[in-house]
């Protein structure tokens, strides 16, 4: 017979702990000042009350806060916790069977039933004694001198029956169970906190080559400042640059990705490296690094961040080629393996051989490139195409990052499987790239923003909608005219709470492409140096400028928490709002996804979203055209031109019948 | 700045490997011979092909198997494994970046694209010869040979690229993948394999006292050995008894649960515990211990097996009391604390004290009660309110009588809320009390019969349906009458791969309860001896002993695998099928659930569960009646009259028209 020395006192059990991801592998993640809400199902055998406790606290502190959980049915609890400080949290659940607690229970209970208690009286100041016990003096003076008052028959029962049931007591001995029979979660999670930006961000991408005055010269840091104010004037915060460093002259690729340049052609900003240098030089023709710093700083006093793209690839004409050829794989004929997904072949391209025996060098070396460039003062890093490096690298690198600079934002783009998107995104990026440019009908809008709206995928997976990218034209945006541009516009700018464009180009609403079939833009960026009339009056400018304020003054459109999809009874209009945390504020929105006609038909709304009631009637306040409607009750009208404005982003105003229902009370 | 010296080369990511319960907190339950089917998410960064492997063994042996897994879409995995023999299994994935399968796909698309693809069969060659570096002296020949081969210039290159693609060399490689690169998944996951019986068993249960030929008289298991061949031809295999423990004497319960007994009645069997002695000894007007081992060798003798309750509680005469005080919670004025569930007391249970400083002595003691009947032959036991006692008390006990004896069968009678029910399961109890008694509308047993099937919990649940017991006569029963007993049977043989019934009240359709509202039987022999009439005309046990053939001749009904609802479009119509692992054969059960009525409709099958064509026809042999149907499409119509069956129970046989579709080549 095996021993049985060790069988536990520690009844109570913790199962079930969310939010959690992958089992507690990786953290969940919020943003500086959101709550964490946490539920766990907590039960013992028999019938004994159990207290269970949030434990959490930031990973820079030993000392764990406590926070009572509170019991919602069915054995699970609930509670939270806010994190006001950038970097990591921990959380876990400690619990135990509460004897204190079901004592004064059952006696309750048995004075009600009209039984004796004095014998339960004895037995709850012997378990309140054994809690003194554990207490610092000055709490175990309190309970002894509630088990004076208890056990004193000289006093009126029903009072001591009341001084049993008292809140104070019941916190005053949570504080101090019994070690040996308290269970402390053997989940340790984490909560990884970025800055608000992780969480709400407007991007704007652009080609500083494409910035000059004169068409067919070259832009600089120069031009791109002068270009802040534009940038400004629409409502982005962040001005992303694709790589700014010297561009191979091996293998380059001429206009339209054509094989072989001619002399004079740029080549791609990703083609990275040549003899003027690598991934922490900068193209001459750009400027020079101070050139870039005062850009940084210009664009700071606009209220702009600049993000810099990260492309761990090098051209054959890298100086890591020359100086670490043990960086890169090698052929059988000795020469560098260049890029491949046969029978594809990318010679202008060399893959780093993360496999090799000089890994580590190779990834300290990487990892230098962002210190690099976060010393100059970058926060933000666009990652491209990080799902054909290791997930173990990006893992390291990315916490070693946030280690020291929890405000590093990183943005993944990896346009690849969804299990591998979603791997990266558990790993560490702060935002990721995602389907939206492929979701444009309304099933596949509610099913996409569903799934990444439902935890577990709500928790890691920080969704960036971009309706249009240097590599990504898509075929809603080729065909449906301006009305498209407004459409993908408005979803993107309300669904997620991040998205950016790709400009000037969306606002031009730029839309041929290569060929037909193709996403790719005819004359694109990539390959080549364009000059943009900005100042056309056909732009979105003013429409981007408009949606962008809304975000702004809008909390519930700064987060992806609170979408709730409307049912509608038309296939080409969607309906969807966003709720704040509170509760108190909502937007709805409403569009056409038809970019061609005016469609119209009727709304279902879910009235609870909004804390409105079933019948009575309610200001809707479109906050794109200014116009006011009173609605009344869940079923409301809507009719959308897609050649005036395909949607509406409504306000929604309970309507409360008094004076400060006028508009000059707002 | 950090360390990077830990960068891993293991490029491959396994996620989400299923089954898997409370992430690999506890085993998944299976019996010897089933299939485990598992599958994981795999993937790596880029286009890299990937290696997946089934790793498992029997805990008793160092020796890991491998099975392939293979892609089913989605970076998703499958792979399977039997489980032979008794006890614990141990399953994991093992994952590796197949170098060499990346490189003969590769390859094989250069070679269809006409590319020059010499220099690439040269990196074939290399490849492999680092596998074979690793291979034991006769597969690194073959690999040598291969290599010899690909690279000779002289042979024809199709013959070359052909050789690349064998599946022979991909087999022979992936033998050998390089240690830096392989994954072995943190997770090493658990199969409880219990024998066939925890998951196909027929249960009766029956109270030894009330098996005398004469009315009055106590029974004896000489009575009981009288009975076998009764149990056994209703078809029968568990023989599941009441305790047959000395009774307590003092607040000993008389009829109907009064609070005080008469001197001469018998008080209840659950009350365990008096002078004669406590849980290792048997009621002297029952018989002696031999006579309960040949109770049990004639049992066998008939096919059945006999279960043994175990209620872990003490009635204050038991011996106990006096040698251990120590085991139960003292109350201030010295007594022992009695079972309370306030403001109701039960003054003759004294339950155990789990948390005493002697918890270790007392659970050492339990467990040799255990092993104590295991000694006289005993290997299952029906464990009354396990939910009253400590998880972690259950978890060892199980857990230590699994590792010597892994055939014995533990069943939780835990009437409790369900993720109490649901821990029980999880820790270690085979079989589980459950809901079915209370589930009798249409709704309501699909919707609990699809979560006891779906994953996880139908990989730690395993359910024993009763519709009766002696605490339980539903109001179904009570006022449903003859029809009721008959939908209730076939309910729970054909839901349930394990059910049984508390006879002969079931078979005797007793349905007067105490009194109105309560679900406890009138004169209920849990506190009388009663005496009943088998040889009643109007006993189901014909029906009964039809049920339970067509169970042991029907593999499917003998599995909790496998279970299907098809449509009716009446409320008071249920159809389900159970098919078999092979797919193979089917049975489909539709019960009219108005006890009262007889009622009609029109089935909509789902054809392919039963590997039917749309259209075409088919035969259905209703194994209750012997009547047989010739049924075409999904749309079929049926009626039951509860008055003369309540049930078709069907086999499936697809029509092949061929001479073998006449009965006599059956």
Partial sequence: MRNVSDVSKVRVVVENITPRVDCGRFPIKRTVGEKVLVEADAFTDGHDAVTVMLMYRHAASEQWHRSLMRSIGNDRWQGSFRVPSLGEYHYTISAWVDHFDTWRHGLLKKYEAGQDIELDLRQGAVLAAQIAARAPASDAQL?????????????????????????????????????????????????????????????????????????????????????LPYVASMGFDVLYLPPIHPIGRSERKGRNNVPEARPE?????????????????????????????????EAGK????????????????????????????????????????????????????????????????????????????????????????????????????????????????????????????????????????????????????????????????????????????????????????????????????????????????????????????LDSEKYEIRHWNRDDPASLRELIARVNRIRRENPPLQSDRGLKFHATDSDMLIAYSKTGESGADSVLVVVNLDPHNPQSGWLQLDLPTFGLPASGSYQVHDLLSGARFLWQGARNFVSLDPGRAPAHVFRIRRRVRSEKDFDYFM
Avoid at 180 to 206: G, K, P
Avoid at 353 to 365: G, P, R, T
């Fill in 143 to 227: 309970l002894q001198d509630w088990i004076h008052s208890i056990t004193d028959v000289t006093r009126d029962r029903e009072d001591r029956v009341t001084l049993a049931q008292s809140q104070a007591i019941q916190e005053l001995q949570q504080r101090y169970p019994d070690p040996a029979i308290v269970l402390r979660s053997e989940e340790s999670l984490r909560v990884q906190v970025d800055r608000e930006r992780a969480r709400f961000s407007t991007w704007y991408e652009m080609f500083p080559r494409s910035t000059a005055t004169t068409a067919g010269k070259h832009g600089t840091f120069a031009d791109m400042e002068r270009l």
């Fill in 265 to 297: 052609e740029p080549g791609s900003p990703w083609a990275i490296g040549a003899a003027e240098g690598g991934h922490k030089a900068i193209h001459p023709e750009l400027g020079t690094l101070e050139d870039f710093k005062h850009l940084i700083a």
């Fill in 302 to 521: 606009h209220g702009i961040e600049l993000a810099l793209d990260i492309a761990f690839q090098a051209t054959p004409d890298h100086p890591y080629v020359r100086e670490h050829p043990e960086w890169f794989l090698k052929r059988p004929d000795g020469s560098i393996q260049y890029a491949e997904n046969p029978p594809k072949k990318y010679q202008d391209i060399y893959p780093f051989h993360f496999e090799s025996d000089a890994a580590e060098a190779l990834a300290a070396e990487l990892r230098s490139v962002i210190d690099y460039w976060i010393a100059q003062g970058i926060l933000i890093f666009r990652v491209d195409n990080p799902h054909t490096k290791p997930f173990p690298f990006w893992e390291k690198l990315i916490g070693e990052v946030h280690q020291l600079r929890p405000e590093v934002i990183f943005l993944a783009e990896a346009f690849t499987r969804p299990k591998v998107m979603y791997r990266l995104a558990k790993l560490g990026f702060t935002q990721s790239y995602n389907y939206f440019p492929w979701r444009n009908t309304k099933r596949e809008l509610i099913e996409y923003f569903t799934e990444l709206g439902t935890a577990p995928v709500s928790d890691f997976f920080r969704a960036n909608l971009w309706p249009n990218t240097p590599d990504i034209l898509t075929e809603y945006l080729q065909f449906g005219g301006r009305g498209a541009f407004m459409v993908r516009l408005v979803l993107a700018a309300t669904l997620g709470a991040s998205y950016g464009i790709y400009g000037p180009a969306f606002e031009l609403m730029e839309a041929r492409p290569r060929e037909p079939g193709s996403e790719e833009y």
